[in-house]
């Protein structure tokens, strides 16, 4: 069949680039650098549908990232939403540290107070010495990262921005970046947007980005136009027949390869450089040539396409595909219920919708492994990849209508597992190649991996999440002390059925007139365990005497495949009483754990 050729293709790629790790490790270019560089990745709205985790999506770059190091089988993020998942990882502190459960606040101006005493991942290598980079989604856009304008700019680059002015080149300054940001996402109607796509009126006082950013050129939106696309927001897929550069994908993989080409040829100076990818967000668009590499026939439906009567509503999330009912032919629909039982799904009885949906998933994941590749081939071709480490990161899970449910804002394990990878330096043996790790690894584990990494000190007297994943890297692993993840998610019962309030937006010290409710989430080993609390925003910390909901869910035999998430965490456990023992015990270690987040980020400063 077409779908076995395709993946024959995907087979060859794997061999040569073996070929091409075993050519880069003889060393046809030095780098004169003595400190390892970082080149880190993130990945917006990126589940594990990937042919590394054996799902059926063509992703022969993923493979080729694999071959280089350490692929984590189970790897979690803090909490299933984009800019408090990305404020966790880039500070290595969870949501109740830094105060940042939804899209937004930013968290300079929260963190117990202490926002500002905050070291970032990027800064630290900045104050180290390291020319401090990015392009691309790396911090959540707009006033979540600091900006004065709502969807775009911040970036966490001028955080002492008070009066009108930005001291981000000021001796002191806690700004995350050496250089001006480069931003460059996209809206839904296909417009790339950035201030100098926008031409936003700005000065460079006030907004050390002004005219930058990514810009189409006049060619891609006639191309867009006569696609019919352009200006339109309420297609949630589409694959219009134009060339890659029209997309985010194209423009950032260009900037991270000039960016590259540049630190080759000035090597006295360490980097960190972000680059961060746009797809497979919503909407799903991609030029059509990544379309044609499926046939719509062959994408398999959901098996579980209900909820679980076992399951409690709360668990469950808004309805983002509300957007698209009428154009795609999707059926949502909310299960409402009283009190804390109130919860939203996304039953899409069309199968046809169904389908083309996963479809149009799989071609914007494809989209972005090309330019993976591109920015790849440049640090093979540049002999960086002799002492650069590569990180690569989804920001949070994503389902694609298991159990009647769509992208994130959930504790399921389809909303919070995510594709993370880390590639040594080539030719350090000391490290495994194309090796899968089964440890249970967190998002937050990757500040201090690549602090531990680059051998610098963590930032002093700093809150640290995560552990370093170092032992889980080294060609004789090691043993981590940590063997859970934890997440969270903030509910209100009267916000479940829409995107504005604890459920993804807003500012969760806003007083509703019900009860607020902070679902926490344990996987260990075989199990994950999940307790709804009540929360007390005044304190910001769980009422522990009352509980809401909880769940219990076996993952005996889950190898984190493409069956993985159609067949586990369809049966709640918890109330079944063989496993009363099992609970109690989970529920005390889950409470343990959430204290570790209950903490000031910098507890000596007062």
């Not at 790396?138 to 009066?163: A, L």
């Not at 000065?203 to 939106?221: H, K």
């Not at 909820?307 to 808004?318: G, Q, R, T």
């Not at 937050?444 to 007297?461: C, E, H, K, R, Y």
Request: aromatic share 10%; with cysteine.
């Amino acid at each position: 069949t077409n779908m076995a050729a395709r993946w024959l293709a995907v087979a060859l790629v794997a061999v040569q680039c073996s070929v091409l790790l075993a050519e880069a490790s003889s060393g046809a270019i030095n780098n004169t650098s003595t400190k390892l560089n970082v080149l880190f990745i993130a990945v917006d709205d990126l589940n594990p549908s990937l042919s590394t985790y054996a799902h059926p999506v063509l992703t022969p770059n993923f493979e080729r990232l694999k071959a280089m190091g350490t692929m984590f089988n189970r790897a979690y993020v803090s909490v299933a939403v984009c800019s408090p998942s990305r404020t966790a990882f880039l500070t290595g502190m969870r949501p109740d540290t830094t105060q940042v459960w939804t899209i937004g606040p930013y968290f300079r101006q929260g963190a117990r107070g202490q926002g500002m005493d905050i070291v970032t991942l990027p800064q630290h290598f900045r104050l180290q010495g390291y020319n401090t980079t990015g392009g691309g989604k790396i911090f959540h856009p707009g006033t979540p990262s600091g900006g004065i304008i709502k969807s775009t700019g911040g970036g966490d680059q001028c955080p002492q921005y008070k009066d009108g002015r930005c001291r981000w080149t000021e001796p002191g300054t806690v700004a995350s970046w050496t250089e001006p940001y480069w931003f460059c996402d996209q809206f839904m109607n296909d417009t790339v947007q950035s201030p100098a796509m926008q031409g936003w009126p700005c000065s460079g006082d006030t907004w050390p980005s002004c005219g930058s950013g990514c810009v189409q050129s006049e060619s891609c939106v006639e191309c867009f136009k006569a696609a019919g696309t352009w200006g339109k927001n309420d297609l949630a897929w589409f694959g219009a027949d134009c060339p890659d550069e029209c997309y985010p994908e194209g423009l950032i993989a260009d900037k991270a390869i000039a960016a590259l080409k540049y630190h080759a040829a000035h090597p006295e100076t360490p980097f960190f450089r972000a680059v961060g990818f746009k797809r497979p967000h919503l909407s799903y668009k991609a030029p059509k040539k990544y379309f044609d590499l499926y046939n719509l026939d062959d994408v398999a439906v959901p098996v579980q396409q209900a909820y679980p009567v076992s399951d409690p509503p709360i668990a469950y999330s808004h309805n983002c595909m509300a957007h698209f009912v009428e154009v795609h032919g999707v059926n949502a629909s909310c299960h409402n219920s009283t009190g804390f039982g109130t919860g939203c799904t996304e039953i899409i009885t069309n199968q046809t919708a169904l389908r083309q949906l996963r479809w149009a998933y799989y071609a914007a994941v494809s989209l972005t492994d090309h330019h993976l590749g591109r920015v790849l081939d440049a640090l093979n071709e540049t002999g960086l990849i002799h002492n650069t480490v590569v990180t690569l990161i989804g920001d949070h899970g994503y389902q694609n209508g298991q159990k009647g449910e769509f992208c994130k804002s959930t504790q399921f394990d389809l909303g919070t597992r995510i594709p993370m990878f880390v590639a040594p330096p080539a030719g350090d043996d000391k490290f495994a190649r194309d090796h899968v790790s089964e440890d249970i690894a967190e998002s937050v584990d990757l500040f201090p991996t690549l602090i531990d990494m680059a051998g610098l000190s963590m930032p002093a007297g700093q809150t640290v999440a995560g552990e370093s994943l170092v032992p889980s890297l080294l060609a004789s692993p090691g043993k981590r002390t940590k063997s859970w993840a934890l997440s969270q998610w903030p509910r209100r019962p009267s916000c479940t059925q829409n995107h504005g309030c604890k459920d993804g937006s807003g500012d969760p010290f806003d007083k509703d007139p019900d009860v607020a409710v902070m679902g926490y989430s344990l996987r260990v080993d075989d199990w994950r365990y999940g307790c709804w609390f009540e929360f007390d925003w005044d304190k910001t910390e769980p009422v522990w005497t009352k509980i809401v909901a909880q769940e219990l869910y076996s993952h005996a035999g889950d190898k984190g495949d493409a069956h993985s998430g159609e067949v586990f965490e369809n049966v709640n456990l918890v109330l079944d009483s063989a496993h009363a023992d099992l609970v109690a015990s989970l529920h005390e270690q889950l409470v343990n754990a959430v204290k570790t987040g209950l903490v000031k980020p910098v507890p000596a400063v007062l």
